[in-house]
């Protein structure tokens, strides 16, 4: 029988999943195993495939698929929330609300959401007998959206490294399997995959089209911007400060940097711009250096966040700040703090299926937003990516996170029609 994602949506909120990096050692609040094992067992009821791929130990994205009635998958769509949240103030968050038209609550937009609708829309193809002949439609609920996207890129087949090989060195706390039928898959150590490449047992996933669920507000969203965070170390000589001419001062130099980022460097960065996203930005959110008032502070360090448009690369943004630092005559060091690549989001607007649902949307055109997402992780895998959800991104990671009931429904209807209209 189908469920309306509202009531999908209480259940969701109502089953904690916040990111164990926001709030380590909570495990009765932690994880994404409460949700994924709800939405297993929903799914599997309604006679749907599942399938697991580890992630983390105890942490695996869940596959669900709604295999084509002709057996033979010719189209492949993806739709892709996460099943983590960020953290919560209170345990109440955890218990759904209904006001004026709203539900609230922790994940309510950001992603549980996107969750319900995209679960109501596959049951309700699956109870109606209505799907396509020979499309496969695949709800892959992520984990670690939040985080470092680990779900997205262990779905592409990118997640590798030193991590990957500690996770699969750990022994796996083994997911005892409740009333569905589990199918394993764990990561094999990066030795043993490229750079980029996928494991044996779990092949990088490939879909014509993914669908990722942010709150958009149910519009198509084809662009947003990448980041990077970076650490900028400036070093000096310490003396005592009441002989200042015999040291080296790393703040006076940070600060000459600093002043550098805000003003012409942010100036020059307003100038590059993109038609759907604006323009790319510099922001220096934390400073520490010194000791004391009677030292020469020797080292002093700022952290940055850059939001990069299409076409700029992780390299070429090192090396335009290498340039900014080698005018200024400061030496410094400059390192990446995120241990994954975040780049900007570009989807054809024009590619047929995307037109399809932008047109399905009532869209005249795409548009762009300037969070980070799965989508990227997606897009760099090979998947057409776009964004398409319930509720306001403003709502998302505040305090009271709530969605529009109404939005549930219509994009509930949205996305089982389009998804009827595939061949
Ligand atoms: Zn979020």
Same mark, same amino acid.
Request: net charge positive.
């Given at each position: 029988?189908?469920?309306?994602?509202?009531?999908?949506?209480?259940?969701?909120?109502?089953?904690?999943?916040?990111?164990?990096?926001? *709030?380590?050692?909570?495990?009765?609040?932690?994880?994404?195993?409460?949700?994924?094992?709800?939405?297993?067992?929903?799914?599997?009821?309604? $006679?749907?495939?599942?399938? =697991?791929? /580890?992630?983390?130990?105890?942490?695996?994205?869940?596959?669900?698929?709604?295999?084509?009635?002709? $057996?033979?998958?010719?189209?492949?769509?993806?739709?892709?929330?996460?099943?983590?949240?960020?953290?919560?103030?209170?345990?109440?968050?955890?218990?759904?609300?209904?006001?004026?038209?709203?539900?609230?609550?922790?994940?309510?937009?950001?992603?549980? $959401?996107?969750?319900?609708?995209?679960?109501?829309?596959?049951?309700?193809?699956?109870?109606?007998?209505?799907?396509?002949?020979?499309?496969?439609?695949?709800?892959?609920?992520?984990?670690?959206?939040?985080?470092?996207?680990? @779900? %997205?890129?262990?779905?592409?087949?990118?997640?590798?490294?030193?991590? %990957?090989?500690?996770?699969?060195?750990?022994?796996?706390?083994?997911?005892?399997?409740?009333? %569905?039928?589990?199918?394993?898959?764990?990561?094999?150590?990066?030795?043993?995959? @490229?750079? =980029? $490449?996928?494991?044996?047992?779990?092949?990088?996933?490939?879909?014509?089209?993914?669908?990722?669920? /942010?709150?958009?507000?149910?519009?198509?969203?084809?662009?947003?911007?990448?980041?990077?965070?970076?650490?900028?170390?400036?070093?000096?000589?310490? +003396?005592?400060?009441?002989?200042?001419?015999?040291?080296?001062?790393?703040? &006076?130099?940070?600060?000459?940097?600093?002043?550098?980022?805000?003003?012409?460097?942010?100036?020059?960065?307003?100038?590059?711009?993109?038609?759907?996203?604006? &323009?790319?930005?510099?922001?220096?959110?934390?400073?520490?250096? @010194?000791?004391?008032?009677?030292?020469?502070?020797?080292?002093?360090?700022?952290?940055?966040?850059?939001?990069?448009?299409?076409?700029?690369?992780?390299?070429?943004?090192?090396?335009?700040?290498?340039?900014?630092?080698?005018?200024? @005559?400061?030496?410094?060091?400059?390192?990446?703090?995120?241990?994954?690549?975040?780049? +900007?989001?570009?989807?054809?607007?024009?590619?047929?299926?995307?037109?399809?649902?932008?047109?399905?949307?009532?869209?005249?055109?795409?548009?762009?937003?300037?969070?980070?997402?799965?989508?990227?992780?997606?897009?760099?895998?090979?998947?057409?990516?776009?964004? *398409?959800?319930?509720?306001?991104?403003?709502?998302?990671?505040? +305090?009271?996170?709530?969605?529009?009931?109404?939005?549930?429904?219509?994009?509930?209807?949205?996305?089982?029609?389009?998804?009827?209209?595939?061949?």
């Amino acid at each position: 029988m189908p469920v309306s994602a509202h009531k999908l949506l209480r259940e969701l909120i109502a089953l904690p999943s916040v990111n164990p990096a926001f *709030l380590p050692g909570r495990d009765d609040l932690t994880g994404d195993r409460r949700v994924a094992d709800f939405l297993a067992f929903t799914a599997d009821r309604a $006679g749907l495939e599942l399938e =697991w791929q /580890e992630v983390f130990p105890g942490r695996s994205n869940l596959l669900i698929r709604l295999t084509p009635a002709g $057996g033979k998958v010719r189209r492949r769509i993806l739709l892709a929330p996460h099943m983590d949240t960020v953290g919560v103030d209170g345990e109440a968050r955890f218990k759904p609300v209904v006001k004026a038209g709203q539900l609230h609550g922790r994940g309510a937009c950001d992603t549980k $959401g996107s969750i319900a609708t995209y679960l109501a829309a596959l049951l309700e193809l699956a109870a109606t007998g209505e799907r396509p002949r020979e499309t496969e439609i695949v709800l892959a609920a992520l984990v670690d959206e939040e985080n470092n996207q680990s @779900g %997205s890129r262990a779905l592409v087949g990118s997640l590798v490294g030193r991590d %990957s090989v500690e996770r699969s060195e750990a022994s796996a706390a083994s997911i005892s399997g409740k009333g %569905s039928p589990r199918k394993q898959t764990r990561f094999a150590p990066a030795s043993s995959v @490229g750079k =980029w $490449g996928s494991t044996e047992s779990h092949p990088a996933m490939t879909a014509d089209l993914a669908i990722v669920g /942010e709150p958009t507000l149910c519009k198509v969203i084809t662009a947003h911007k990448g980041d990077l965070w970076l650490r900028l170390t400036t070093h000096g000589k310490s +003396a005592h400060g009441s002989k200042p001419h015999l040291g080296k001062n790393a703040v &006076h130099a940070m600060a000459r940097v600093v002043e550098e980022l805000e003003t012409n460097h942010s100036a020059t960065l307003k100038r590059r711009t993109h038609p759907l996203l604006g &323009h790319a930005t510099v922001n220096v959110g934390f400073i520490a250096g @010194g000791k004391q008032p009677n030292i020469v502070p020797d080292r002093c360090e700022i952290l940055i966040d850059r939001r990069t448009l299409p076409g700029e690369s992780d390299a070429g943004v090192f090396a335009e700040l290498r340039a900014l630092l080698r005018r200024l @005559g400061v030496d410094a060091e400059l390192t990446d703090t995120k241990n994954a690549p975040c780049p +900007a989001l570009e989807t054809d607007p024009n590619l047929p299926l995307v037109r399809q649902l932008t047109r399905r949307a009532g869209q005249r055109r795409a548009l762009g937003v300037d969070y980070f997402s799965d989508a990227a992780v997606l897009a760099s895998g090979g998947i057409p990516s776009v964004l *398409l959800g319930p509720g306001d991104i403003a709502q998302a990671h505040t +305090a009271d996170e709530w969605v529009e009931l109404a939005q549930l429904e219509r994009l509930t209807r949205l996305l089982v029609k389009f998804l009827r209209e595939q061949p």
